[in-house]
């Protein structure tokens, strides 16, 4: 990323003010070297994204790559594009222009469903949950390949489906069991409390054993208690193999869990660098204050 005919240095920060278009090449050369020794490919690269609404740029030209086993953070001032971008990467909206790479492919051609069966599961700011479901409804209502799915099946291979459907609610009593919502498990999903349905979220995302999943703004609303909480179940996950994305404007949060920060600022890359170099990053700074 670096020009070498200037006098920059060579450090990540510095690196992202090249051009976008050198970024994405850059990105795009890696993912095409997969099997490369020694070359650890980025488990999602995204670059050159575009995004307009009407007249207004939400995303410029913005690129993010998420190391596979890494807690990467997405930061940025209200209204930065941090959750346009994730739509972007989850194909919730279709870019104007740019591509997303997952495990090494393209997948602007999937459907979100399909990116998610893929391994890649996204949480929503505002917590999405069946209210008038249990909770544990609601798990098992993200299983995914399930025997019962297919008409024919449900006549002829009754035991089948009901010994999946068996397994599916113990691996669920085990995900609301860590997340402390075991006791919960029957109640309306609707008498959970904010931060409550954000693990249910973040739970519930589990049950399709993904490998990448990104969270938008999972402390935000959540209790001090809640919050800690939140970040030990991250952690556990994260050693356990699982990759996550985060956007959140809570900077303990980013600095406890995250090995990587982008930033972006206005739709555009702002820096990225470890959370201690984005604290003291004078860009960053200035575009937090400037809000
Ligand atoms: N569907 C949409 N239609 C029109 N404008 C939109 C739409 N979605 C987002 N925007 C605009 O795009 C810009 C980026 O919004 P976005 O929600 O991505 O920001 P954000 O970084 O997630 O902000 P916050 O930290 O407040 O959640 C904002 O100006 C927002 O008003
Ligand atoms: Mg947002």
């Given at each position: 990323?670096?020009?070498?005919?200037?006098?920059?240095?060579?450090?990540?920060?510095?690196?992202?003010?090249?051009?976008?278009?050198?970024?994405?090449?850059?990105?795009?050369?890696?993912?095409?070297?997969?099997?490369?020794?020694?070359?650890?490919?980025?488990?999602?690269?995204?670059?050159?994204?575009?995004?307009?609404?009407?007249?207004?740029?939400?995303?410029?030209?913005?690129?993010?790559?998420?190391?596979?086993?890494?807690?990467?953070?997405?930061?940025?001032?209200?209204?930065?594009?941090?959750?346009?971008?994730?739509?972007?990467?989850?194909?919730?909206?279709?870019?104007?222009?740019?591509?997303?790479?997952?495990?090494?492919?393209?997948?602007?051609?999937?459907?979100?469903?399909?990116?998610?069966?893929?391994?890649?599961?996204?949480?929503?700011?505002?917590?999405?949950?069946?209210?008038?479901?249990?909770?544990?409804?609601n798990m098992l209502l993200a299983s995914q390949?399930?025997?019962?799915?297919?008409?024919?099946?449900?006549?002829?291979?009754?035991?089948?489906?009901?010994?999946?459907?068996?397994?599916?609610?113990?691996?669920?009593?085990?995900?609301?069991?860590?997340?402390?919502?075991?006791?919960?498990?029957?109640?309306?999903?609707?008498?959970?409390?904010?931060?409550?349905?954000?693990?249910?979220?973040?739970?519930?995302?589990?049950?399709?054993?993904?490998?990448?999943?990104?969270?938008?703004?999972?402390?935000?609303?959540?209790?001090?208690?809640?919050?800690?909480?939140?970040?030990?179940?991250?952690?556990?996950?994260?050693?356990?193999?699982?990759?996550?994305?985060?956007?959140?404007?809570?900077?303990?949060?980013?600095?406890?869990?995250?090995?990587?920060?982008?930033?972006?600022?206005?739709?555009?890359?702002?820096?990225?660098?470890?959370?201690?170099?984005?604290?003291?990053?004078?860009?960053?700074?200035?575009?937090?204050?400037?809000?």
């Open positions: 990323m670096v020009d070498e005919s200037s006098n920059a240095p060579p450090d990540p920060i510095a690196a992202i003010g090249a051009p976008q278009e050198q970024n994405l090449a850059e990105i795009l050369s890696e993912v095409e070297a997969v099997g490369s020794p020694g070359l650890q490919v980025p488990l999602l690269a995204a670059g050159g994204l575009v995004k307009h609404f009407g007249g207004l740029v939400a995303i410029d030209h913005a690129s993010i790559e998420v190391a596979k086993g890494s807690i990467t953070g997405l930061i940025g001032p209200n209204g930065a594009g941090k959750t346009t971008l994730f739509n972007l990467l989850s194909n919730f909206i279709r870019p104007d222009k740019g591509r997303v790479l997952f495990d090494g492919e393209p997948i602007h051609q999937l459907q979100p469903y399909q990116i998610a069966q893929q391994g890649m599961i996204r949480t929503f700011q505002v917590a999405r949950v069946l209210s008038r479901l249990s909770v544990l409804e390949h399930q025997t019962g799915e297919n008409f024919w099946n449900t006549w002829f291979k009754q035991k089948q489906i009901a010994a999946e459907e068996r397994q599916q609610r113990e691996h669920a009593m085990t995900i609301l069991d860590s997340i402390g919502l075991v006791h919960m498990a029957h109640e309306y999903a609707g008498a959970l409390s904010g931060g409550q349905r954000k693990l249910l979220e973040m739970g519930r995302a589990l049950m399709s054993h993904p490998q990448l999943i990104l969270l938008d703004e999972p402390a935000a609303g959540v209790n001090p208690t809640l919050i800690n909480q939140i970040c030990d179940r991250i952690l556990t996950w994260n050693r356990e193999g699982l990759t996550f994305l985060i956007i959140e404007h809570n900077m303990d949060v980013i600095m406890s869990l995250c090995d990587r920060v982008w930033v972006l600022a206005e739709g555009r890359n702002l820096a990225v660098g470890t959370p201690t170099e984005i604290q003291t990053n004078a860009q960053v700074l200035e575009a937090y204050l400037g809000q």
